[in-house]
């Protein structure tokens, strides 16, 4: 047993290790928009449209991920499932948030899938 923990975590270490750049890519360019978003005028936008940032987040980890697709609906339905009893307990923001996130998630699978619906 031990030498399985073992080896799942010497998986982890190893895919952090491969893709360090990749994560403080995101990191950094999530930071840096957030910076911009509390200048002058501009945060008029980030006002209205709060959302802009995660979603420049998400279209970079799409890009340098490229994660299966069905691992992305999985993980959006888990996420979908997981704010129902939130929703019983009355946090609202939390299953504001993971409903957003999970919406964003499951259309980005039909995007991905359109391709082969329309070959058929």
């Known amino acids: 047993m031990w ?30 928009l957030s910076y911009i978003f509390t200048l002058p005028y501009i945060n008029l936008v980030n006002i209205a449209f709060g959302y802009i940032a995660f979603f420049v987040d998400w279209i970079i980890i799409l890009i340098l991920f490229k994660p299966k697709k069905e691992y992305i609906l999985k993980f959006g339905l888990a996420l979908f499932i997981l704010s129902f009893p939130l929703a019983v307990f009355d946090a609202k923001w939390s299953v504001e948030m993971l409903g957003n996130i999970s919406y964003l998630m499951i259309a980005t699978y039909i995007l991905f899938s359109l391709k082969e619906i329309r070959s058929k």
């Open 3 to 32: 030498e399985k923990i073992k080896n799942n975590l010497n998986k982890v270490y190893k895919w952090f290790q491969e893709n360090a750049v990749k994560i403080l890519t995101v990191i950094v360019v999530h930071m840096i």
